[in-house]
């Protein structure tokens, strides 16, 4: 059983909107969860991330005011609103999960890891 599944990726026109949402067991209630994306021949990069009650968020300056990183514990989902596209956002998106919050920005502190969605944004 995969323990987070990524959905919502998709082409998208620059300047539009494009919601990504990930599911994960009821494990990941208590854990730190996060946005990364990797775009072809780049290495993975953080993009946001979320502490398991909601109260801190953390966002990479390149997506900052475009992107909201949100949970629902209640429904085991954490979604990335993302907003004012531009084609330097296309990548494969991945969803993932620590405790804590050392290194968060950091892939390697990162125990589980979604499969990915793809995001397109054409110009």
């Known amino acids: 059983q995969v323990p987070l599944v990524e959905s919502g990726g998709g082409l998208v026109q620059a300047g539009g909107p494009l919601r990504l949402s990930c599911a994960a067991s009821?494990?990941?209630?208590?854990?730190?969860m996060a946005w990364f994306r990797q775009a072809p021949g780049k290495e993975r990069e953080f993009v946001a991330a979320?502490?398991?009650?909601?109260?801190?968020?953390y966002y990479a300056d390149s997506i900052k005011g475009r992107f909201t990183i949100s949970r629902d514990n209640a429904k085991n989902t954490v979604s990335l609103q993302m907003n004012s596209l531009k084609p330097e956002d296309t990548a494969v998106y991945y969803c993932?999960?620590?405790?804590?919050?050392?290194?968060?920005?950091?892939?390697?502190?990162?125990?589980?890891w979604g499969q990915g969605t793809q995001v397109t944004v054409s110009s």
């Open positions: 993932a999960a620590k405790i804590g919050t050392l290194d968060i920005r950091k892939t390697t502190s990162y125990v589980y």
């Open positions: 979320i502490t398991w009650g909601g109260g801190e968020t």
């Open positions: 009821s494990t990941f209630t208590r854990w730190t």
